[in-house]
């Protein structure tokens, strides 16, 4: 999603886009990142701990 004219620092057009850690935001003029919080990110310790349960298993 593109939002225009919205990065506080630049004034510049925002795209929205997501990874492994989350939702973000980041300026297509001056490459600022805002890092939205809606939804959960990975939980790292979590699935490491499935996988060595997984592993131990097998």
Known sequence: MLNLKTCPRCKGDMQADRDVYGN????????????????????HEKLLKAVRKAKDAA
């Open 24 to 43: 973000f935001m980041r300026c297509l003029q001056c490459g600022h990142y805002i890092h939205l919080r809606d939804e959960q990110a990975i939980d």
